[in-house]
């Protein structure tokens, strides 16, 4: 371009938030967890940028919006927009709890005469897995708001951003049945500015998509497919420089399971060379299976490459409710083992489990975690309640079946019960999800993860901080962690349509004794963990701390452990296993005798 601009269009692209129990935006002066979503759309709209898709005349200015850490205000950005120049508002990433909200803040919008599409998991899993849309997605088509169902790569979102140039945006976009291979694809990228909204100053980026199993309450295998796409070394040496320039090294990559990326090794050798060579000292977060450890050379390579935290969907250590929820690959049998290795190499460990499964009581959740806590050496255990969500095969079973589903989409954030249970009233439900974070984040249970921490050779804080963070999130805040943040902020006009505006003689009051509160109970936990982890440090015997979770060897293990004799498809799983054990000695007895 020349320099020469005929006129501005405007992209506005927002990642929104979901309404907490009290109708009010959850949002944070500095989030937890970076909206990759957004970072996707930021790339390819700047791609679209420098292809001048809508002309080369024509300026594309973008602007991005996380409300988790920002607020979005509708009025300022309408009136940002001058007279005669023209706009799309695109609403991106929206989960099945954050289309309320998403479609609140259309409507503000679609009322200022701008064009809005609302694209993410929840209309991308309804298009994938239902005969007819859902009422709140035809509802929100017949107010003009666009959808955009699948994946913005390879020209799609060209397609959109002309569209909406030329105002004659569609009521659906559907690019489900084609998916875009990802290699050579604009890069996730936000800038600097919106990252430092993060804790830790964290940026996040995918290196592949889809995924092979069939976990029956996973949207990732509807809506990203079972055929697995990945990013390059090239694309992610690429990622890691760009970033690097504008001092964010830390990053949260969203792979759903990245031991199953084949590239593996090529992706975590590019990143030494780069550690190694030239000193850019980047560190991860990823998300592997129960089986990454039997990869030769995986969990080492993950090591030096920077990977300092490691999500692993553990979901339970029953194996009946794994196979009801056709979570064949995860075997109960490898866990130890698996948690140990990661430990070895100094990596925190954090798991997801599920509670909810149809064989749950209260009295058999609270002697798993106890269990959990006794014989598997993971330091930090997140809870979610198993939740039919748009777009699972679980949802789509209920929904064939006429089952009752709580209408209310805000709700389905892992959090609440929305369907009935067989065996557990909702309160029940719900009462044995907060009683399973209140046990495993008991102030003993916390001292033995650091103690532990330190016996394997890393620094008490590392966990301590995990710990609080995920502790402190549930007891006060009352949200999952995963929505977590520090500051929480609250405008009173921004509380859900639906509920009453409240008074600001009530509204101001409360929420300065609300904030108050949480900073002195922060201070006092902080203080008295750090309390605990400086006795730890001053134990003379700290390094040779050790327990039944830290025991590699522990004699006759498959028929001592309680995780492995407590219920039936335990017993059965340990029958399994040494099938397995005696069916290698036998090849190898054969190998070795020809």
């Known amino acids: 371009m020349d320099g020469t601009v005929g006129e501005i269009f405007h992209l506005i692209l927002i990642k929104p938030s979901h309404y907490d129990d009290d109708g009010y935006p959850i949002q944070w002066l500095r989030s937890a967890i970076p909206s990759n979503t957004l970072a996707c759309l930021n790339g390819i709209a700047e791609d679209c940028k420098a292809r001048a898709v809508l002309g080369e005349d024509v300026e594309l200015s973008i602007a991005t919006y996380d409300e988790t850490n920002l607020r979005v205000r509708p009025d300022a950005i309408v009136s940002s927009i001058k007279p005669g120049e023209r706009a799309l508002v695109a609403i991106v990433g929206v989960q099945t709890n954050q289309f309320p909200r998403a479609v609140d803040l259309a409507m503000t919008f679609r009322k200022a005469g701008l064009p809005v599409a609302i694209g993410g998991f929840h209309v991308s899993g309804c298009v994938a897995m239902l005969p007819d849309l859902p009422s709140d997605i035809r509802a929100a088509q017949q107010q003009g708001i666009s959808l955009f169902a699948g994946e913005a790569e390879d020209g799609r979102f060209d397609i959109v951003l002309r569209d909406a140039y030329q105002g004659t945006l569609q009521p659906l976009y559907n690019f489900m049945s084609d998916l875009p291979d990802m290699t050579h ?48 070394p090239d694309d992610l040496e690429a990622i890691i420089r760009q970033n690097h320039a504008q001092g964010i090294h830390r990053f949260f990559i969203t792979d759903d399971n990245f031991a199953r990326n084949r590239n593996w090794e ?119 309640m198993l939740t039919p969500l748009p777009g699972s095969e679980d949802h789509q079973t209920l929904y064939r079946n006429g089952v009752w589903m709580d209408p209310d989409m805000n709700k389905y954030d892992i959090n609440h019960a929305v ?104 201070g006092y936990w902080i203080a008295r963990m750090d309390f605990w982890r400086q006795q730890i440090m001053r134990d003379p015997n700290r390094k040779t701390y050790f327990d039944l979770a830290l025991q590699a060897d522990v004699p006759d293990e498959l028929d001592s452990l309680e995780m492995f004799q407590t219920t039936r498809g335990g017993t059965e799983a340990v029958t399994k296993r040494r099938g397995e054990d005696a069916a290698r000695e036998a090849i190898k007895a054969r190998a070795a005798a020809e």
């Open 419 to 522: 369907t009935h249970h067989p065996r557990m009233t909702l309160a029940q439900w719900e009462e044995t999800y907060r009683a399973a974070w209140h046990s495993f984040y008991s102030p003993e249970h916390m001292k033995t993860v650091m103690r532990r921490a330190v016996a394997c050779g890393m620094k008490p804080g590392k966990v301590m901080i995990m710990m609080y963070w995920f502790f402190f999130s549930i007891q006060y805040e009352g949200v999952h962690p995963l929505e977590s943040g520090y500051l929480r902020l609250k405008y009173r006009r921004d509380r859900r349509p639906s509920l009453p505006r409240e008074s600001w003689l009530s509204f101001y009051p409360r929420y300065f004794f609300e904030t108050v509160r949480k900073h002195v109970l922060m």
């Open 185 to 232: 694809q604009p890069h996730p990228m936000l800038p600097r500015e919106h990252v430092r909204r993060t804790l830790g100053v964290t940026s996040s980026f995918d290196l592949g998509r889809g995924c092979p199993y069939q976990c029956s309450f996973c949207t990732i295998i509807n809506v990203q497919g079972r055929k697995s796409r990945f990013r390059s």
């Open 266 to 384: 090529a992706l975590f050798d590019r990143v030494i060379a780069l550690r190694e060579r030239e000193r850019i000292k980047v560190k991860f977060t990823i998300q592997v299976d129960t089986l990454c450890h039997q990869i030769p050379g995986f969990v080492e390579k993950a090591s030096k490459a920077g990977v300092s935290r490691v999500f692993i969907g553990l979901e339970n250590i029953n194996p009946d409710s794994l196979l009801g929820a056709k979570k064949r690959q995860n075997k109960i049998t490898d866990y130890r083992a698996m948690l140990q290795a990661w430990k070895k190499r100094g990596v925190v460990t954090y798991a997801g489990y599920i509670i909810g499964f149809p064989n749950d009581t209260p009295e058999t959740v609270a002697r798993d975690i106890e269990i959990i806590k006794r014989e598997l050496p993971v330091d930090v255990l997140e809870f979610f």
